[in-house]
């Protein structure tokens, strides 16, 4: 590990006038643009990279950040990336080699895999960058508002360094050292799935039998069986029959897979998020792994002849 | 269905000046104290009966209620009933044949089964008397704080009728017709059986991988995976390692497969339901019944090797 | 139970000129013509009735039984009934009220449920007419070559009597007491759903990495995961495509639901019948309660977008 | 690939005079005898090495083997190895370096992960030596009988060519290219476990039921829901609670947990084998993951307060 060694040894950059966004999907790119307005609070600026330039061109034309090539970002000072899932990351993460500047921090908000984390940090402390995994939770709503949940994993210090600059967070808490992020996040969206799932069936089983589900809804938010699902998305995006596309399917299927696979490898027994991840694995290939991660529960729906609304 | 017919006949109460509360158990005791402070209020008084009569008689000394024989109570305006399962309610029928009053109103707060109900009903309704199953949530603290959610089966001009004289009740809300109530009760603990035993999945996940699990539920709790379970229940219960046993494993498990059992009768699909009953059910023989229903997590513990703490 | 003693003082008939058998379905059908030819062997007769008449004159035709009404055959000496479940033998008991010989037997080999054993052999008793719960297993072919194995449940001295008719037997077995019958065939159909459905996976799961599936059924039936299923149903049924429908997908759910019933009643943990019986009622619901059952896998192909051929 | 063409290059060995078998557990001991006594029959000889090399001299007193160090049997034709999972595998590998004969073939008759498989075969192909994943079933008895089932992934013409030598093998089947005999074997195991696990949850049910357990198993062996769990591993090792352990829980669940592990690689859903391979786990923890396979079945009792005898 002597090139991890050498990476510690570069001293830690105290300030960021330039900062950089990678990745200006739903979430990424209202994110750029607490991040970009922060910066110019501050006297500085945010480059903004995004694979399909057109939306970094309307980054910087809605938020004042700068369009940049990928090289170009990567010497910002401060680096922060929001991809689907860790491989693109690792893709960037080869096509910035050489452009990077040591002493920089490298922020990543991808809902990534725990074991992805500690070779990405070690691949950028090569070049003197540290890593934080650093996903987000509170869907665009909230990346919009500024008011997103970040768990970082990684040394205290170095977040507490960055903590400042992520305008976008409305709640930021160190959770572990590196990849505990990323094991965070995959469990917190396991039990969304299974809160979502769970509460699917419950309400097919009412629908089943005639119950009104509004009311049934509106007296389980005031009981012991509520849930973010409950409170919430089923209200705004089932019940409505709207079912948004914020959140992709098969993206939480993937987060529920990742916390599958953190239990298999501890020899650990979830067999409720065993099952889940497999339910939603169907009802990706069966409803669309683009649809709205809420619309698994019309595969429920099929199921059970009954219809939420 | 003559005899329906003829107890629709009777004239429904219009006022309770007496009340009576048939079962003082942790649920109970404080509902009833609630029942007999509002009977004071309005100038009426309020029964009070329980299978072990010395409960009886230290709720009259700390309430003002008035211990009672079974076939007294039977005569109240008004009354509550709050037992173990439907089957114990059966027996009660049973045994006040002869003594109910005709127009009165039965509320019965028990967990019962939903296809209990219609039964209960038509036979109280032969005596003149109506049946409302009225099942409530929100746990020992919200029955001493006179805030419980109380969801209701049955006609609406009855609920409203008994509305204002159930002193308990911090939010009251018609689901349905009768059973209505008991089923919309059990998918809510089927839900919070599933979201807590998820989230004790989740949390020796993250706890075999070392992370500070005080910290993961700080930021589950801000997220997308959070529930009741989340926010209360295991922070309260799980990581104190206290398990205070004011709900029972073991009438979760028979709430959870009540759920099932409507899932079932319906030719429906519930299988996260499903699972979740078997392993409620596997954790109330090995961890105990008559344990909090919390300490099915240790199940989880066993199975995982760590504490969730 | 005075009925049931009165029953019992009946002497039970020690030879069975007249046979009846009721419901000539896919099962009833053959195993009717076995009962026939084993009565003219012995010098006796055979009634055969079925809800929809034509059927019973083209037994009659095919096997020299005597097509009969319902009444008819009530007054047989041994009477074989195999329907859909135990909702329509209630029906028939209705039915034939009135119309029974004291002494004889009353054989019932529906996939009937347990509970309904006790109930129906206690009405029986009444007219001196003991019941046997007999169920079958085996399919069509073994209907047809009178090789089925019955699972009886009942007194041993009642079984014998009648061992020697049931001609459509290869295998006999004496399982318990009255209900006990039921209660093994039902397991054992819940077995076969479990095995068939996790074969289903298993395949679908070498189809997604390209393995041959012919080649893997022919060493894993030389090998430890073997079952009548990777045996027999899936190569003749699945791989060929054909999917005969000879034993229906919502008969099979419903069975499955009867173990599950089982479970839950005696408070036990079964989670692997229960999920598998929710994935059966999802299959049922989806591809057809009347398709064959070996078509549930019809849906792990939709799931994982692959074909088992 | 350079490397591998160059490979590919070496000509295959024709005859192999000196063959090996490196790890001479439970399954490997019998197995070296019959690779012994074939090479013997054809004027050859076969080198011998365990970890522990007391075996390999006991191996070569009874069998007229050769023991050997790791380094003396990697310079054999045909080299057999059989070890507990692919990991163990690659430590050989790291071990034999150097010291490999250009030629001749590597046969892994371990219970291997089927992406380890590539990986082997490419490595061994840089030193011109052929790897084939011939994974075994059938169990000790079946190893000592030389009738065990082999299923092989890799080149048809490599597997002819070694079909001779390999006298362990009953039945010995190219379900595949490399990788293919490994995913078969996981697959196969796969249903060992859920069939195993479904017929103790059958069986507990009838077990509380008071059904006889040794005449339901009895005719379910000649019905529908039998297995090779039911015809043979329940009534030898869990009936006669013996449980005599010739495979390991652990490994079982490991091999479960490949199947599983494919499963999510090809974002497929196999909702039965992810419950069943969580069950395992926790089954392995609880009851001791060096206890045998069926002891799962332990677990089962607990949760239903039954025995299975």
Known sequence: MGASLTGMDTPLTTTFPTTAFLGLGAMGFPMAGHLAARSRETGGR???????????????????????TLEEAAGADLIVSCLPTSAEVDGVLDAVRGHLKPGSVWVDCTSGHPDAAPEQRARLLEAGVRFLDAPVSGGTVAAKAGTLTVMVGGPAQEIEAVRPHLAFAGKLVRVGDTGAGFAVKAVNNALL????????????ILGLRGVELGAALDVINASSGRSNTTENLIPQRVLTRQFPATFGLGLLAKDAGIALDLAEQARGSAPVIAQVTALYRAASRVIGAQEDHTAALKLIEQWNGVELK
């Open 46 to 68: 945010t480059l903004v990279w995004n694979r399909t330039p057109a939306r970094a061109a309307a980054h910087a034309a809605e938020f004042g950040s700068v369009a940049a």
């Open 193 to 204: 799935a299974v809160n979502l799932w769970a509460a699917g069936e419950g309400l097919a």
